[in-house]
């Protein structure tokens, strides 16, 4: 059965592994995207891309409008764009912090909340929020990221409560290292430390993140909700 599904950020990254692994299921696949342009072959295979900023509450409208117009309403929303602004706290301004919790959590408030209108409507609904191994145990220099990622778990659980009688799933995915633009601004040297502390001995492939969500989203995972699911290579436990 095709499902109609966003991905915020899906334009890359990790974004683009759950993108992809959608589409390739036949499913209806929107993405948003903030800058650039979307990968070609994406959209040449039916991929709907609208460019969208999450910090802004009049373009996440006109973005679910567009969406629902072409798809119908969101059935699967899978929240995945995320900044970082790494600094130490006496060096992190008030807008190092409120601009990462403006995108991270606070944007993911504003695309779940208005994707739960078509979802409560049509009595069924599966939300896969992308948080990190970061919010869940903290990381020098990423006070404010982490924050961010932690409140994604606190949003995602009392969503579960709040709506599981009403046949809607939120959980949360919370990869550990991936190969990504977002960490290519490591060292060599840093790199070689984390994967030294990762059992399974090297960083994540983006498809494998995209695996777990959308196992998330898929009938198998029917009695699940509230769940954190780790995608780290053992990094956590
Ligand atoms: P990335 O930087 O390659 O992609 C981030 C995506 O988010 C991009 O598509 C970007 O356009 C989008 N985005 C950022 N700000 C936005 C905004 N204001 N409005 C709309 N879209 C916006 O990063 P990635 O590594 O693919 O990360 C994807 C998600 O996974 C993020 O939430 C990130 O925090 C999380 N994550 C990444 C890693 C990792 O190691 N790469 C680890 C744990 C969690």
Do not use: W
């Not at 334009?11 to 993108?19: C, D």
């Not at 220099?141 to 409560?161: D, E, H, P, T, W």
């Not at 059992?199 to 029917?222: H, M, N, Q, T, W």
Request: overall charge neutral.
């Amino acid at each position: 059965m095709s499902r109609s599904v966003l991905v915020t950020g899906g334009n890359r990254g990790i974004g683009l592994a759950i993108a992809r692994a959608f589409a390739d299921a036949g499913d209806k696949v929107a993405i948003t995207y903030r800058s650039g342009e979307p990968p070609k072959d994406l959209t040449a295979a039916g991929v709907l891309a609208v460019k969208c900023d999450i910090t802004d509450a009049e373009m996440v409208e006109q973005a679910y409008k567009e969406i629902e117009e072409k798809h119908g309403a969101v059935e699967v929303l899978v929240a995945n764009a995320g900044i970082t602004k790494d600094q130490l706290l006496m060096r992190m301004s008030e807008e190092d912090f409120t601009s990462v919790l403006d995108t991270n959590l606070t944007g993911t408030f504003r695309v779940v909340k208005r994707a739960n209108r078509g979802m409560l409507r049509a009595k069924k609904g599966r939300v896969v929020l992308i948080s990190s191994v970061v919010g869940l145990y903290g990381s020098p220099g990423q006070a404010n990221y982490a924050a961010s990622k932690a409140g994604l778990v606190g949003f995602a659980r009392s969503l579960a409560r709040e709506l599981g009688s009403r046949n809607l799933t939120f959980n949360v995915v919370a990869p550990g290292f991936v190969d990504t633009d977002m960490t290519q601004v490591l060292t060599d040297e840093q790199r070689a430390n984390i994967v030294s502390q990762v059992p399974l001995g090297r960083y994540a492939k983006p498809e494998e993140i995209a695996a777990a969500v959308k196992f998330l989203a898929s009938d198998d995972a029917s009695y699940i909700t509230g769940a954190v699911i780790p995608v780290d290579g053992g990094l956590g436990m």
